[in-house]
């Protein structure tokens, strides 16, 4: 099967693979879209993200979705000519914070495309059964694919709890932003607020709903917010944007007893933070972990039509241009690259 590589920092290579065998609780996955996410073009550029480093060649790609071509014997609910939306962490099942439900935090987790595990630039995946949701006909492969940031969106609103009615601040305007900005759409917020400090992410923010943007490189986050919401700030702010500025700004903008929800990974773990505003002002900062249980709920939302995902897709490729891909990913203004593989 064809399967693209990372075989060094800035090169693929496609490589013919042996199609994978699924085990008795497994599915196997003809993968038809994958997205490309900011880590994975992180581990393309530089090799590494933080302590995850690609010591060998690996295959990146953790945004997938597909169509089921061969069950094994103890699945059950899926069967060949389905098509599902692979969740891409499978935790231990074992540990101590899988048994109290939060699986997302398993230390012994298999991520597809953090090092050492394989993703989904491939064309079969074999994954267990019950980590593989089934699409409703209205709902595409590329949708599906795009269940995994919707997630990273669904859990940080949860992380904040947005409710009806909410104003909700989101700090940057990538694919997660703007995932964070449907999320908290559907969960209820009436105003959403989203900052960045690239004009055309703002313009596409607010092409897609959002009630005020904000250029953060020209106007001040705290004044602008303030004013909008009549002095009081946001209710709740999802930072999004890993950029130190923006995380410290966070404390500035929300409401006296309000919540942040940090997303956004700064590239530096120490960013300063005033510990006295989040006492005086009872602020609750929550971080937000990739996600749990969100898959039935994003397909949900999806085939409700209470979400637009596919809308951030700026382009679509091929395994074949994998690498002109990635390099047109990198450019600052977009947001959203696929590649799609045939069925
Ligand atoms: N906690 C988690 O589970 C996850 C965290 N992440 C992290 O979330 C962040 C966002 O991910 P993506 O949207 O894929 O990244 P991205 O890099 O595509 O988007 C970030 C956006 O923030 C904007 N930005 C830069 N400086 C800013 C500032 N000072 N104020 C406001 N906006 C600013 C950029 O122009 C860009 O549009 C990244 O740090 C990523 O590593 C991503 C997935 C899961
Ligand atoms: C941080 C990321 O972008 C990635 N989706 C992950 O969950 O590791």
Redesign the pocket.
């Known amino acids: 099967m064809r399967t693209a590589v990372l075989v060094e920092p800035t090169e693929f290579e496609l490589e013919d693979r042996p199609r994978p065998t699924p085990g008795p609780d497994d599915v196997l996955v003809a993968v038809r879209d994958v997205g490309i ?3 994975d073009v992180h581990y393309y550029e530089h090799g590494r993200i933080g302590d995850y480093v690609v010591e060998d060649p690996l295959v990146l790609g953790h945004e997938s979705a597909g169509e089921v071509v061969a069950i094994g014997e103890n699945v059950t609910g899926l069967a060949p000519g389905d098509r599902v939306a692979l969740e891409p962490g499978v935790p231990c099942r074992r540990c101590a914070h899988c048994k109290r439900g939060d699986y997302h935090l398993c230390e012994d987790v298999r991520f597809m495309a953090t090092p050492p595990h394989d993703g989904a630039f491939t064309e079969y995946v074999s994954w267990p059964a019950d980590f593989a949701y089934r699409l409703p006909d209205s709902v595409s492969t590329a949708e599906g694919a795009l269940c995994e ?1 919707l997630s ?1 969106g669904i859990h940080a609103c949860r992380r904040g709890n947005v409710g009806t009615g909410d104003t909700v601040l989101v ?7 703007l995932m964070v900005l449907e999320a908290a759409r559907a969960a209820g917020a009436t105003d959403v607020i989203v ?4 004009a055309e ?1 703002l313009d596409f923010a607010a092409e897609r709903g959002a009630d005020l943007t904000v250029d ?1 490189t020209e106007t001040d986050l705290e004044a602008a917010v303030g004013e909008y919401t009549d002095g009081v700030g946001a209710d709740v702010v999802v930072e ?4 130190e ?2 995380i410290r700004s966070t404390i500035d903008a929300v409401r006296r007893g309000g919540t942040v929800v940090l ?3 700064a590239s530096e773990a120490e960013v300063p933070f005033d510990v006295l505003e989040v006492i005086d002002n009872e602020i609750d900062v929550h971080g ?3 996600y749990k249980n969100t898959y039935d709920a994003a397909v949900d939302l999806l085939a409700d039509d209470e979400v637009d995902v596919e809308g951030i897709v700026d382009f679509e490729s091929s395994l074949e241009d994998i690498d002109d891909a990635f390099r047109r990913a990198m450019e ?1 203004t977009v ?1 959203k690259g696929m590649i799609s593989l045939d069925d």
Do not use: H, M, W, Y
């Open positions: 996410c900011g880590s940031p990273v700090t940057g305007a990538g694919p997660i932003g900052t960045d400090v690239v992410k953060v999004a944007s890993g950029a500025p923006s997303v956004g990974l937000s972990f990739r600052p947001v």
